[in-house]
C-alpha cells in the first residue's frame, strides 16, 4: 500500500498538474505547469517541523503555509487573472496533501 501512496502523492503533484495545465492552457502549458511545479516551494514550511518529513503526519492544518488561513488566502489569489494560475498550483498542491492525509 506504501508504494501506492507514494505513486499517488508523487503522480498528482508532478503528472496530473501537468495535464491539467495541457488541457486548460494549451497555449502556454509548458509555462502554466511549470508555476504549477514552483508552487511546491510551499513545503518550505516542513523545514521548521520536528521531524521535517513524517510519513504518517497529516500536512493539512499542521504546517503554517498548509494551514487553512493560508489555504483561504490561496483561494483568494484565484480572483485576480495575474495570481490565478499560482492560485490553483497552491490549492492543487493542497488537495494533494488532503487526500494524502486519507491514507494515514
Avoid at 508552487?39 to 518529513?53: G, K, N, R, W, Y
Amino acid at each position: 500500500m506504501e508504494i501506492l501512496r507514494f505513486l499517488t502523492h508523487y503522480g498528482m503533484h508532478f503528472l496530473i498538474p501537468g495535464i491539467i495545465a495541457y488541457f486548460f492552457f494549451k497555449d502556454n502549458w509548458k509555462m502554466v505547469w511549470l508555476t504549477f511545479i514552483l508552487t511546491m516551494f510551499v513545503d518550505i514550511d516542513h523545514l521548521v517541523a520536528s521531524p521535517i518529513f513524517d510519513s504518517n503526519r497529516c500536512s493539512i492544518n499542521y504546517h503554517l503555509l498548509h494551514s487553512y488561513y493560508a489555504i483561504f488566502l490561496y483561494f483568494l489569489l484565484l480572483i485576480p487573472s495575474k495570481t490565478r494560475i499560482v492560485g490553483i498550483g497552491l490549492l492543487f498542491h493542497m488537495l494533494t496533501d488532503f487526500t494524502d492525509c486519507f491514507w494515514l
